[in-house]
């Protein structure tokens, strides 16, 4: 690859998609699907026909405006969640090594040509098992890279995990007791130190509860249907928990 100029790389790139979308699409048929649907939040792509579900992981490689004929990096788009974006970050750092301009800018005059060389660029130096363009609104164009496939029980703890709020749209869940709120200080225990964008394994969750569950916490010397009873349990969304945090403690 190094001794290859830009051209004839992002050429060879566009080669090896076309033979990588071909086995990706005999394997998955993704034609068959009459839906999709992907969120940045939890990393999914979605595709799906009746209860019938087919799920990947996958990243932004970047969008292509129809209107004004421009392509962004996701590496260089605040509104793109680094969960799926963190890996356009290698395209930047191989570009950076070869001298390829148009994988170190991140927002440049294009075509819709040039996104899927970009995409197949991105492809090609992850790993990816096939990319995919979902129905644009007529104006933006985004490109997806897929970079493994999830079966459905994985995929539904994933999303399982997050809740849909009123105020802050779709993110990971947390549970606190019925006495915290936004509003009211009554004391934060946690069951385990915590900050925000913090990493959880599949077991954990964000758990808090006020000072007076505590007190029945301790005088029962143990979560038990009193204690549990007492603190009755609600589901919020992670930015409520922390916003709920820095009212009680002064630091997310």
């Known amino acids: 690859m190094d001794t290859l100029d830009y051209n004839s790389f992002a050429e060879k790139c566009i080669e090896d998609l076309k033979i990588l979308q071909n086995k990706f699409q005999k394997e998955y048929n993704l034609n068959w699907y009459e839906n999709w649907f992907y969120s940045q939040t939890t990393g999914l792509l979605t595709f799906s026909t009746g209860d019938k579900e087919l799920n990947f992981k996958y990243f932004e490689a970047g969008s292509f405006s129809e209107k004004s004929n421009t392509w962004k990096w996701s590496w260089d788009n605040n509104h793109t969640l680094d969960n799926v974006k963190e890996r356009t970050k290698l395209i930047k750092e191989f570009g950076q090594?070869?001298?390829?301009?148009?994988?170190?800018?991140?927002?440049?005059?294009?075509?819709?040509y040039e996104a899927w060389e970009f995409t197949a660029i991105a492809?090609?130096?992850?790993?990816?098992?096939?990319?995919?363009?979902?129905?644009?609104?007529?104006?933006?164009?985004?490109?997806?890279?897929?970079?493994?496939?999830?079966?459905?029980?994985?995929?539904?703890?994933?999303?399982?995990?997050?809740?849909?709020?009123?105020?802050?749209?779709?993110?990971?869940?947390?549970?606190?007791?019925?006495?915290?709120?936004?509003?009211?200080?009554?004391?934060?225990?946690?069951?385990?130190?915590?900050?925000?964008?913090?990493?959880?394994?599949?077991?954990?969750?964000?758990?808090?509860?006020?000072n007076e569950c505590e007190n029945v916490r301790q005088k029962e010397g143990e979560w038990n249907d009193n204690s549990m009873a007492f603190a009755n349990i609600k589901v919020i969304c992670e930015q409520c928990y922390f916003e709920i945090k820095e009212l009680n403690t002064g630091h997310r």
């Open 97 to 112: 090594k070869s001298n390829f301009a148009k994988l170190t800018n991140g927002y440049f005059q294009s075509d819709e």
């Open 123 to 210: 492809a090609k130096l992850t790993n990816g098992i096939g990319t995919y363009r979902p129905v644009s609104d007529g104006q933006l164009q985004i490109f997806l890279v897929i970079t493994e496939f999830v079966d459905n029980e994985t995929a539904q703890n994933i999303k399982d995990k997050y809740v849909e709020c009123s105020a802050h749209e779709y993110r990971r869940r947390a549970f606190v007791c019925r006495h915290l709120n936004p509003v009211t200080k009554v004391g934060f225990q946690e069951a385990f130190e915590t900050f925000e964008d913090m990493e959880l394994s599949d077991k954990d969750d964000f758990q808090a509860w006020c």
